[in-house]
């Protein structure tokens, strides 16, 4: 958090859930994304919306959400483009939801705001208001790129409902579930390192 910002339990948290339950409806937290996105009209088909076992609410096919999806094809990029805000806003409400158990609650808050006291610092170098809204707009953009390459690993795999992937041998629904539910992306030599190996969500 002190480097990036964004909080480490938080990430854990959500990250493992993504990873045990890749591309369920219901359990998923990383596509589960209405009223902006949704990558299978399963989100919503039977019961005009989605329960989210992660979020512990329902998510609801309004006609907000309908006219949003609509456009989905057309927000991606631009809402890909702000999501590093979004990051940042799920780490604190995990960090100040005191209901949760936290491990280091504390030292993620102090380094989170010493995150935030160095970015206004740096910010804060530059002459002119234009200037450190634009610097703190395209740097976030720059991030971007890397969440429109992790969202492409699954956004357009197949997605089932529940907890337990049932399709392949007992035994094996896990390692299954994963190679279903996750694609690599192909990079170059000269641009695999800013995946950090992110790409490979298979191999």
Request: glycine share 6%; proline share 3%.
């Amino acid at each position: 958090p002190l480097l990036t910002g964004i909080s480490t339990a938080w990430w854990k948290r959500n990250h493992n859930a993504h990873h045990v339950v890749t591309n369920s409806v219901t359990h998923d937290p990383d596509i589960q994304h209405m009223p902006i996105f949704a990558i299978t009209d399963e989100l919503w088909r039977r019961h005009g919306g989605t329960f989210s076992f992660y979020y512990k609410r329902f998510f609801r096919f309004d006609s907000l959400a309908k006219f949003l999806i609509s456009y989905q094809h057309m927000l991606y990029y631009p809402v890909m483009a702000f999501a590093r805000w979004n990051l940042y806003v799920q780490g604190w409400l995990l960090l100040l939801d005191f209901n949760i158990r936290v491990q280091w609650r504390g030292a993620e808050i102090v380094a989170l705001m010493l995150y935030w006291t160095g970015l206004t610092m740096l910010t804060l170098t530059l002459p002119t208001v234009g200037l450190r809204f634009m610097f703190l707009l395209l740097s976030h953009m720059f991030a971007g790129i890397l969440h429109v390459q992790i969202t492409l690993s699954h956004f357009a795999m197949p997605t089932y409902s529940g907890s337990v992937f049932n399709e392949g041998e007992l035994g094996e629904e896990f390692l299954r579930q994963q190679v279903a539910t996750s694609m690599d992306v192909e990079s170059e030599w000269w641009n695999e390192w800013f995946y950090g190996g992110l790409q490979w969500q298979v191999a």
